[in-house]
């Protein structure tokens, strides 16, 4: 069933836009979906590929679905889209798109209708495409591409992944986390991934998949046409990006309320304590464990009040070195366990 007759979405073919973005900065282009769905006037796809990072679901924590000490080593940036769904992890080797277009039914959505352009798409390829439960695509029961969607007023952004050569180590190892944090935060539901790279004819590399992508675009939606920015939509878009998408507040602050433990240890033993944190501030610490270490019972519960920040926890730290030291605590570790 072509979703193009479909009455939910209803796509100006004459004025659909296929845009590529050259740019590979995750917070340029993850800024770029929020500006197009609020300003463009037409409908559009827009596809492009991000430098390694991480994106998560609006409504997830974004600790819980990373794994943090990783992360920060190779130096990925974490961003919080508008969409809901699950973390995924970008790179050079995988491909992304987004359609904005208008919807008559603001409340309704309906992946299938959009999905079903990739598996046209990939089925021109020559590859046999499985559509999972929660509207993944799969090669047999292996996932190479995850999608979500965002409503705002009467337009619907509707996007995707699709992993070409993407390093799949790397994936793993970001977004798996080492702690277990509890809350009502969305949690992703992990799949069994696959490159698609093996899959393709002969000599098509992602760049060239992307050309392919664009032209078979332009066939499928007839009167459609290549869409060049101006040099105020790129100006919007850079501005938006830093005041929004390289914010922690947004990233990692947004996150729904969530509680962890901390074990510390301590020349006396270890000491152990439940941390609720609400708009990613420690809104409660609570010492479990029974210890006579008076001086580490109190400062865990002095960190009430501090955000569950790295540049927080060492600050900490670094005003209660001395405390700390008496009370016989290896301050490195402590710093660690905040986030592993």
Excluded at 173 to 185: F, Q
Excluded at 203 to 210: A, E, R, S, T, W
Aim: glycine content about 6%.
């Amino acid at each position: 069933m072509s979703f193009l007759s479909d009455t939910i979405y209803t796509f100006n073919l004459k004025h659909m836009l296929i845009y590529y973005r050259p740019y590979t900065d995750p917070f340029l282009n993850i800024a770029a979906e929020d500006y197009y769905v609020k300003h463009a006037i037409s409908d559009m796809c827009m596809i492009w590929i991000n430098e390694p990072s991480v994106i998560i679901g609006k409504h997830q924590n974004a600790y819980a679905e990373i794994n943090y000490p990783f992360v920060r080593e190779k130096k990925i940036p974490v961003i919080r889209r508008i969409s809901g769904g699950g973390a995924v992890y970008h790179d050079t080797g995988n491909v992304n798109f987004s359609f904005i277009g208008k919807t008559t039914k603001p409340i309704q959505v309906d992946f299938g209708k959009f999905t079903s352009i990739i598996v046209n798409f990939m089925q021109n390829l020559g590859i046999v495409v499985n559509v999972g439960k929660r509207n993944s695509l799969f090669i047999g029961d292996q996932k190479f591409s995850g999608h979500a969607e965002h409503l705002f007023h009467d337009k619907v952004l509707h996007h995707g992944t699709i992993l070409i050569n993407s390093d799949l180590l790397t994936l793993q190892n970001s977004i798996t986390p080492l702690k277990e944090y509890k809350g009502k935060a969305l949690a992703s539901v992990r799949s069994e991934v696959i490159n698609i790279a093996p899959h393709l004819p002969y000599g098509i590399d992602i760049q060239l998949f992307v050309e392919n992508f664009i032209k078979w675009l332009l066939d499928f939606f007839p009167g459609s046409q290549i869409y060049n920015p101006g040099k105020n939509e790129q100006h919007d878009i850079k501005m938006l990006s830093e005041t929004k998408y390289k914010t922690w507040e947004w990233n990692f602050g947004y996150s729904p309320a969530y509680t962890f433990q901390v074990h510390i240890q301590a020349v006396a033993g270890i000491i152990e304590a439940n941390i609720k944190v609400e708009n990613g501030m420690f809104a409660s610490v609570e010492v479990t464990s029974e210890s006579t270490n008076s001086i580490l019972h109190k400062l865990l519960i002095s960190m009430t009040g501090i955000l569950h920040k790295e540049e927080e926890i060492h600050k900490f730290v670094e005003n209660n070195l001395k405390s700390l030291e008496l009370a016989g605590v290896n301050t490195v570790l402590f710093k660690e366990e905040f986030f592993r």
